[in-house]
Nanobody, 121 residues
Framework: QVQLVESGGGLVQAGGSLRLSCVAS????????MGWYRQAPGKQRELVAV???????NYADSVKGRFTISRDNAKSTVYLQMNSLKPEDTAVYYC???????????????WGQGTQVTVSS
């Protein structure tokens, strides 16, 4: 009923930039928080950044000052602009959104399939 589709991952050299996008589609009534998480090999999935439907943001300390999260509510899309990338940013990046569908009274978390970001040194 709901799909989150990420795009924009790839291979980049250290110091470079990438912009991730995630579009939500389906029987959506409303979207609350949207965010990005990442999981590196052998590590747990961790929060990168989140943004509320009113634009309030929160970032992991490791990405503050380098990454910027934004959203376009009209397009049900969240973005992650990643600058000054480091090899330690290498991970699969997952989009997450708290969504209320047309069939629910409550909001539930949905995940995208993930997009690989690889930063070479």
């Amino acid at each position: 009923q709901v799909q989150l589709v990420e795009s924009g991952g790839g291979l980049v050299q250290a110091g470079g930039s990438l912009r991730l996008s995630c579009v939500a589609s389906g029987s959506i009534f409303s979207i609350n928080v949207m965010g990005w998480y990442r999981q590196a090999p052998g590590k747990q999935r961790e929060l990168v950044a989140v943004i509320s439907n009113r634009g309030s943001t929160n970032y992991a300390d490791s990405v503050k000052g380098r990454f910027t999260i934004s959203r376009d509510n009209a397009k049900s899309t969240v973005y992650l602009q990643m600058n000054s990338l480091k090899p330690e940013d290498t991970a699969v990046y997952y989009c997450n959104a708290l969504i209320r569908t047309r069939w629910d009274y409550d909001s539930y978390p949905y995940w995208g399939q993930g997009t690989q970001v690889t930063v070479s040194s």
